[in-house]
C-alpha cells in the first residue's frame, strides 16, 4: 500500500500532458495498433491551440489531486471502452499472419501482440521471424509489461522487452526452437510493487485473470522480473488460469517457439473487472474470486479433514453454534487499532465469534481464505490487507475503518472495488478524537480539522502525517452502533 498514494502526486505532474488527448476526445480507433502511425497535422494545430488556452488559463492544470485523477479516470474509461477487445486483437495481418502491434492508448498500462513465427530470446528480446526480406533485423516495438505505466519511478524498475522482427531465410537457423508451444503465451512482469499483496491482485493477478481468460487454460505464462516465492505463494491460483508450467524469461536461455503471443496486461481499474471491456461481455470481478474459491478448495478440504480427525467432537459442536462470525485483520504499529481487546470483547458480547487475523507475508492464502469465506464480516483499518475483501462472499459485510486523511485512498482502493464485488460496504471514518494525532497537534490545526488541505499538498504529507504514523483509538460507544446494526443484519 505504501505507494499508492504516491501516484496521486505523479499523476498531477506526469499526465497533464496526457489529458490534452483525452480532452480532446482524441479517437485513435486502434490508430497505435498501426505499426507506426504518424503524428497528424491536424492533430498538432489542435494540440497547440489548446496548450495555449493553458497558458492563458493555468489553474486549469493545478486541479487539487482527487478531481483530477477522476478526471483522468473517467477519460480513460471512455477511451478503453471504445477501442474494443476485437478490434486490437485482430489487427490486420500482413499475407502470412505474420503481426507486431501495441496498443498504447490506456492510461494504466501498455499491450503488444504478435502473431506468427515467434521465438523468445531470454533476457530481453523477443523475434518474430518473417518471411519479408529484411537485411537486418528490425526493432519494431519496446515494452514494460507491468501496469503502473504512468508511475514512472517504479516503471523505471521493470526491464524493456524488445519485440523485433528478423528474416527468417536469414538468420532464422541461427537461434532454433528449443521448445516448441502449440498454445499462445502472455508475457508479463511480475517485478515493481510485487511483494505488496494489493499490488500483487491489483496490478499483476487481476489483470492476468483478464487478459488470458480468453483462452481457457490453454495458455503459457512467460514472467520477466520472475521470483520463486510469488510462484509458490499463488500456484494455486495460477494453476486455475494455466494448464501449463511458468517460464521464468531471465533465466531460461532456450528459444521458446508461439504462434501467438501478448505481451503486457490489461487491466480495468482498482482491483475490479469491468464487463464490458471483457471479450464474452459478462465476466465480472465475482467469476474472479469463483477463480480463488477454486484456486483454494483443495487445500481447504484437506485442512477441514485434519482439524476433524484431530478435534472431532469440539468442531462439530462449534458448526452447529453458528453465530455470524467476524474476522478482524489487526496491524501492530502505525494504523494499528490500540484498544483492539476491548472492540473484540464488545463484537463478542454482541455475539459475533470473532476471529483476529494478523497475516504476514508467509501465511498461507487458503488459510485465510477459508477464515475470510466463512465470515459474516470483515473488519479492519485501512492499509494493504484490506485487499482481502476479495475473499469474502458477495453479500458479506466489509467494514473499513478510515484513519484521518486517507478517504481518498480507501474509497478507492477498497471501498469502491468492494461494492463492485456485492459486499456492503462501510466505510467507517474516525473522529479526530479517535486518532492519535489528537494528542499530538493543536485541536485546531489544519491536520486535524482540514486533511483534505493537508493531502492536497502531496503525497509525502500524506504518508509522512497520515500513513506513518497514526494510530486509532475506537471510540467503543460510536463503533458499537455499526457493529449492533451489521449483527442485526446479520441474524435476520
Ligand atoms: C456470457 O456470455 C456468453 C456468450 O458471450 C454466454 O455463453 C454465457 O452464458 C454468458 N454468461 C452469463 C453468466 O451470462
Ligand atoms: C466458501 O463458502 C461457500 C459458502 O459457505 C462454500 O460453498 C465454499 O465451498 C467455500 N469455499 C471454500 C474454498 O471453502
Redesign the pocket.
Known amino acids: 500500500m505504501r505507494q499508492n498514494l504516491k501516484k496521486v502526486a505523479q499523476i498531477k505532474v506526469d499526465e497533464s500532458k496526457k489529458l490534452f488527448p483525452y480532452v480532446l476526445g482524441w479517437k485513435s480507433s486502434c490508430g497505435n495498433c498501426a505499426k507506426r502511425s504518424k503524428p497528424k497535422l491536424i492533430y498538432l494545430l489542435i494540440f497547440s491551440l489548446i496548450s495555449s488556452c493553458f497558458v492563458f488559463a493555468p489553474q486549469l492544470l493545478y486541479f487539487p489531486y482527487p478531481s483530477a485523477l477522476f478526471l483522468i479516470d473517467s477519460s480513460i474509461k471512455e477511451i478503453d471502452n471504445r477501442v474494443s477487445e476485437s478490434n486490437i486483437e485482430s489487427p490486420k495481418t500482413s499475407q502470412n499472419d505474420e503481426s507486431i502491434s501495441c496498443d498504447r492508448t490506456g492510461y494504466r498500462t501498455d499491450i503488444c501482440f504478435m502473431k506468427g513465427d515467434i521465438r523468445t530470446h531470454s533476457p530481453s528480446s523477443i523475434f518474430l521471424y518473417t518471411s519479408n526480406d529484411l537485411t537486418d533485423h528490425v526493432l519494431q516495438e519496446t515494452i514494460k509489461p507491468y501496469t503502473r505505466k504512468w508511475e514512472t519511478s517504479i516503471m523505471d524498475t521493470i526491464g524493456e522487452l524488445k519485440l523485433m522482427e528478423k528474416d527468417a531465410k536469414l538468420s532464422g537457423d541461427k537461434h532454433k526452437c528449443q521448445v516448441i508451444h502449440e498454445v499462445p503465451a502472455v508475457i508479463f512482469s511480475t517485478g515493481g510493487y510485487t511483494g505488496n499483496l494489493y499490488h500483487e491482485f491489483n496490478d499483476g493477478l487481476i489483470p492476468l485473470y483478464i487478459t488470458s481468460k480468453r483462452f481457457n487454460k490453454k495458455v503459457v505464462f512467460v514472467i520477466a522480473d520472475y521470483h520463486r516465492w510469488w510462484e509458490m505463494k499463488y500456484g494455486d491460483v495460477l494453476s486455475q488460469l494455466s494448464d501449463y508450467p511458468l517460464i521464468d524469461f531471465n533465466k531460461d536461455k532456450r528459444a521458446h517457439c508461439f504462434k501467438e503471443a501478448i505481451v503486457g496486461l490489461r487491466i480495468h481499474g482498482d482491483l475490479t473487472v469491468d464487463p464490458s471491456q471483457m471479450q464474452d461481455g459478462n465476466t465480472t470481478i465475482n467469476e474472479f474470486r469463483n477463480v480463488l474459491?477454486r484456486a483454494?478448495?483443495p487445500r481447504?478440504n484437506r485442512l477441514d479433514r485434519q482439524e476433524e480427525q484431530r478435534f472431532h467432537a469440539r468442531v462439530a459442536k462449534r458448526r452447529k453454534a453458528q453465530r455470524p462470525k467476524l474476522a478482524l485483520f489487526s496491524r501492530t504499529g502505525s494504523r494499528g487499532i490500540t484498544n483492539e481487546a476491548l472492540m473484540v470483547k464488545m463484537a463478542q458480547r454482541i455475539g459475533f465469534e470473532v476471529e483476529v487475523l494478523r497475516p504476514d507475508r508467509t501465511t498461507e492464502l487458503a488459510k485465510i481464505?477459508?477464515v475470510v469465506?466463512?465470515s459474516n464480516v470483515m473488519v479492519g483499518v485501512h492499509g494493504a490487507a484490506m485487499t482481502h475483501f476479495l475473499f469474502m462472499?458477495p453479500g458479506g459485510v466489509f467494514i473499513q475503518i478510515i484513519p484521518l486523511g486517507t478517504d481518498w485512498a480507501s474509497e478507492t482502493y477498497y471501498g469502491e472495488p468492494a461494492k463492485k464485488l456485492g459486499l456492503d460496504y462501510i466505510g467507517y471514518k474516525i473522529l479526530a478524537r479517535e486518532s492519535s494525532l489528537y494528542e499530538k497537534y493543536d485541536k485546531n490545526d489544519r491536520i486535524l480539522r482540514d486533511p483534505n488541505s493537508i493531502t492536497r499538498k502531496g503525497w509525502q504529507f500524506t504518508k509522512g502525517i497520515y500513513l506513518n504514523d497514526q494510530k486509532v483509538r475506537l471510540d467503543l460507544h460510536r463503533f458499537k452502533k455499526v457493529l449492533v446494526d451489521v449483527y442485526a443484519k446479520s441474524i435476520s
Open positions: 474459491d483454494y478448495r481447504i481464505y477459508r469465506n466463512s462472499k
